[in-house]
T-cell receptor
Framework: NAGVTQTPKFRVLKTGQSMTLLCAQD?????MYWYRQDPGMGLRLIHY???????AKGEVPDGYNVSRLKKQNFLLGLESAAPSQTSVYFC???????????FGPGTRLTVT | DQQVKQNSPSLSVQEGRISILNCDYT??????FLWYKKYPAEGPTFLIS?????DKNEDGRFTVFLNKSAKHLSLHIVPSQPGDSAVYFC???????????????FGKGTKLTVNP
């Protein structure tokens, strides 16, 4: 099992560009999450999904969109990147509830 | 408003001694508490958890204590090993009434360094 994988690992964007971060899990988990981690901050929830075809807003959803077309994939989109979105992004998945989430290795995004 | 607080950004201990990481929370509705460990350039990994109906949970060298009246939990690592050097995040589970799902609220983390 690969667990939770994230693509890409690193990316540099210019302000206004768009991109999509891909998260994939092979554990048949229902719940998937996108977090961002900034220096001196804990992980903050951006969006989450409780099942295929469903998404919901987390704590810091502005500037991001998500889609869960397949159970194993959860996509995070930035339509018009801003320097404030420079961060490390983590995807996670879990079974029915939030207990013991499994995290991916992270994507380091820099917006110049 | 920070609901989960880890007031010590860093902690340094000697190998073989006890490491105590602390976490305070403000919301009495939290029903489950977890500790995650994170190494540089990796995602966080689950370490240990405790339900709000318990006051202690032990797993090998790791023990988590919960004091609900003080809204405080702590993680004890005994004995500490150099491989334990990492950032430790405290997290609390909160039921989201809309949709009925739950989310985790994370603290800012404490960087533990275990010196040989």
């Amino acid at each position: 099992n690969a667990g939770v994988t994230q693509t890409p690992k690193f990316r540099v964007l210019k302000t206004g560009q768009s991109m999509t971060l891909l998260c994939a899990q092979d554990m048949n988990h229902e719940y998937m999450y996108w977090y961002r981690q900034d220096p001196g901050m804990g992980l903050r929830l951006i969006h989450y999904s409780v099942g295929e075809g469903t998404t919901a807003k987390g704590e810091v959803p502005d500037g991001y969109n998500v889609s869960r077309l397949k159970k194993q994939n959860f996509l995070l989109g930035l339509e018009s990147a801003a320097p404030s979105q420079t961060s490390v992004y983590f995807c996670a998945s879990s079974t029915g509830l939030v207990y013991e989430q499994y995290f991916g290795p992270g994507t380091r995004l820099t917006v110049t | 408003d920070q609901q989960v607080k880890q007031n010590s950004p860093s902690l340094s201990v000697q190998e073989g001694r006890i490491s105590i990481l602390n976490c305070d929370y403000t919301n009495s509705m939290f029903d489950y508490f977890l500790w995650y460990k994170k190494y540089p350039a990796e995602g966080p990994t689950f370490l240990i958890s405790i339900s709000s109906i318990k006051d202690k949970n032990e797993d090998g060298r790791f023990t988590v204590f919960l004091n609900k009246s003080a809204k405080h939990l702590s993680l004890h690592i005994v004995p500490s090993q150099p491989g334990d050097s990492a950032v430790y995040f405290c997290a609390a589970s909160l039921l989201i009434t809309q949709g009925g799902s739950e989310k985790l609220v994370f603290g800012k983390g404490t960087k533990l360094t275990v010196n040989p």
